[in-house]
């Protein structure tokens, strides 16, 4: 079964630095989703895309966050400065149509020091 | 603002015993309802989903839920549990053609052998 995949599944970066955070949705997917799991809390939603644009956005999507499909395939995360609340597990997630799940990554886990 | 809140933060089971997890969402207008699953270190994965229909929905590894529109509510059942159950359980919600899930703050369960 196609599955959304994500690279790394473990990422440490330094506070302040960027960092891209690389999601491969699944391949006849149009919908794509970003969220973000603080340890100990709940899946909070990021970002929605949709053809090449953002269509949808949380308050806690700033303008330190960025998205990306640059090739059609791949669908990216920046942090443009990283801060230590930005530690979390990252999901990307993709969905082929408006009436259908989400199918989400395994995560990456991302860790500011 | 639309929410989701599940009723129990942690519940602790023996194997065999009957499991039904609460789930609760705040808006008023047509909505799809999703249960999602995640076991220790792995990605969200889907239990079952309601669009409409039969208000009873059957998933996966022998899970069920039922809306009750009246309610707002969306319980998670399962008449025997099984060690292999333990793990965190996400209620989730989404406007009809809506573009984000917000999600439940979760439920972990533990099941003891």
């Known amino acids: 079964e196609p599955e959304v995949t994500q690279t790394p599944s473990h990422q440490v970066t330094q506070m302040g630095q960027e960092v891209i955070l690389r999601c491969v949705p699944i391949?006849?997917?149009?919908?794509f989703y970003w969220y973000r799991q603080i340890l100990g809390q709940k899946v909070e939603f990021l970002v929605s895309f949709y053809n090449n644009e953002i269509s949808e956005k949380s308050e806690i999507f700033d303008d330190q966050f960025s998205v990306e499909r640059p090739d059609g395939s791949n669908f990216t995360l920046k942090i443009r400065s990283t801060k230590l609340e930005d530690s979390a597990m990252y999901f990307c997630?993709?969905?082929?149509?408006?009436?259908?799940?989400?199918?989400f990554g395994d995560g990456t886990r991302l860790s500011i020091l | 603002a639309q929410s989701v809140s599940q009723h129990n933060h942690h519940v602790i089971l023996s194997e065999a015993a009957s499991l039904e997890l609460g789930c609760n969402y705040s808006?008023?207008?047509?909505?799809?309802l999703f249960w999602y699953v995640q076991y220790p270190g792995q990605h969200l994965q889907l239990l079952l989903k309601?669009?409409?229909?039969?208000?009873l929905v059957k998933g996966i590894k022998g899970f069920e839920a039922e809306f009750i529109k009246s309610k707002f509510s969306f319980n998670l059942r399962k008449p025997s549990v099984q060690w292999s159950d333990t793990a965190e359980y996400f209620c989730a919600v989404n406007r009809d053609y809506g573009q984000n899930f917000v999600f439940g703050p979760g439920t972990r369960l533990s099941v003891l052998p």
């Open positions: 391949s006849n997917h149009l919908y």
């Open positions: 808006y008023g207008g047509t909505v799809n």
């Open positions: 309601y669009f409409s229909g039969d208000p």
């Open positions: 997630a993709s969905k082929g149509d408006s009436n259908q799940p989400q199918h």
